[in-house]
């Protein structure tokens, strides 16, 4: 019987071997899960490659028993407490607002947030209205390529990588053997797009550079000389007020659960501010209860 390796839900079809290992998900931090299952050593090199980028064994992933509110008031406001979770034990409350992970304030920064809707394919068309002088000016332009930098690589010719790359420049490593590995690797590049990852060979750039520190606007720091930024007119010292025709707001109760994932045992510290005080607690996340 042939054997069956599922990598971001496509499956590959290999050899029959005596070196069985049973699936093991992986997950990323937006929720979205990918497989490896197959042979031992095929497995083994999924996983390591997976994790290695960030992602986490499924079954390994903790959970700190909150749930947040995503809008208005209740934005980054705790409004469920799961009974015996870490949270609960850590004395956290409905109510309460996060207002920082690990000593790291958990809003982010109008320029993280123009970065992210900025990066995309070469190719592409971006949208971008910035204020100068006062006065708001809209651009529109089309991504240059742009070389990624060296992603990561399988080391055997047994098993292909084409990896994916995100804003921050964090790889995901698509991986395929076998006769049918390149739709397992078109699979996996269509299931971790919806993250934000675009193929590493397909990577764009504006030019643009941005204050990703300042929290009150996102200045442009630089514009790469002939750059699609450049030849659009966009200077450095213009501040980006909307791209895509969404302005830089963002929930913070909508990325909090990215930035608590971890490893059930992971120590984590939060600070939150309860009406008018704020104290900070350490807690270790617990592990979620099998579906």
């Avoid at 690990?102 to 209205?129: L, N, Q, W």
């Avoid at 080391?155 to 995901?172: C, Y």
Wanted: proline share 6%; charged share 20%; hydrophobic share 40%.
């Amino acid at each position: 019987m042939p054997l069956t390796w599922v990598l971001a839900g496509v499956p590959v079809v290999l050899l029959s071997s005596p070196l069985i290992a049973r699936g093991t998900n992986i997950s990323d931090s937006k929720g979205t899960t990918g497989s490896c299952s197959g042979i031992v050593p095929i497995v083994n090199k999924c996983v390591q490659m997976m994790e290695s980028s960030g992602l986490i064994r499924t079954a390994d992933v903790g959970t700190t028993g909150l749930s947040f509110g995503i809008a208005d008031k209740d934005d980054g406001r705790i409004i469920h407490v799961v009974p015996g979770s870490a949270g609960a034990g850590a004395g956290l409350q409905v109510g309460d607002k996060i207002v920082a992970i690990d000593g790291k304030p958990t809003r982010p920064t109008p320029g993280m947030i123009a970065a992210e809707r900025i990066f995309g394919v070469s190719g592409g068309t971006v949208e971008i209205k910035v204020r100068r002088g006062g006065k708001e000016l809209e651009f529109s332009l089309v991504r240059d390529s742009e070389k990624a930098p060296r992603g990561p690589h399988s080391g055997t010719m047994l098993v292909a990588v084409r990896p994916m790359i995100d804003w921050r420049g964090q790889f995901i490593p698509c991986m395929g053997a076998g006769p049918a590995g390149f739709a397992a690797i078109d699979g996996c590049h269509k299931t971790f797009a919806k993250d934000g990852y675009v193929g590493a060979d397909d990577l764009g750039t504006t030019g643009i550079q941005l204050d990703l520190e300042r929290a009150d606007a996102a200045i442009i720091t630089s514009v790469n000389p002939g750059s699609a930024a450049a030849k659009a007119g966009i200077r450095a010292g213009d501040e980006i007020v909307q791209v895509n025709e969404l302005p830089l707001g963002e929930s913070v109760g909508g990325i909090l659960p990215e930035l608590l994932f971890g490893r059930a045992g992971d120590s984590i510290s939060l600070t939150v501010q309860s009406g008018e005080s704020t104290r900070t607690v350490k807690f270790v996340l617990g592990r979620k209860p099998r579906e």
